[in-house]
């Protein structure tokens, strides 16, 4: 399971609202915050791209989906034409669900027919996606 951004940011609320009992101060402490500051550092980067990512994304599958509805069948183009009926992360994120599976199963019928032109359009779009997708760490601090 992939937790969505709001998941994230109750957990962070949640465990700096709840004090910890004692034996769970100094280092222990210290190493949890450092936990909650990392995960909402990379919540603000998901904020800041992830809309613009899952749009883009969404896209190209649909357009790689529509593009082999002739050779592999209509229900490729069916499912391309699937969209959110707003930009919230959740419709967008439940849209690029369906045509992820599309995807992986257009995937697994171009590896069957030998289909190597499109299988590399294929990897190529899932290294594409991966790059849209990208969180960041920080540097880690100097000892």
Not at 10 to 28: T, Y
Not at 30 to 48: D, F, K, M, N, P
Not at 129 to 139: F, G, H, Q, T, Y
Request: aromatic share 4%.
């Amino acid at each position: 399971m992939t937790p969505a951004l709001p998941d994230i940011l109750r957990g962070n609320f949640m465990c700096l609202a709840i004090p910890g009992p004692p034996e769970q101060q100094g280092e222990f402490m210290t190493g949890r915050v450092g936990v909650i500051a990392l995960l909402s550092l990379l919540a603000a980067q998901e904020v800041e791209r992830g809309t613009t990512a899952r749009v883009w994304e969404n896209a190209a599958i649909a357009t790689v989906l529509a593009d082999a509805a002739d050779a592999y069948g209509v229900q490729y183009a069916e499912l391309a034409s699937i969209g959110p009926t707003d930009l919230s992360l959740e419709a967008l994120d439940r849209a690029n669900a369906a045509l992820r599976r599309g995807l992986i199963a257009l995937h697994e019928a171009v590896e069957t027919a030998g289909d190597l032109a499109r299988h590399r359009a294929i990897v190529g779009l899932y290294g594409e996606m991966a790059e849209k997708r990208r969180l960041d760490l920080p540097p880690l601090p100097a000892r």
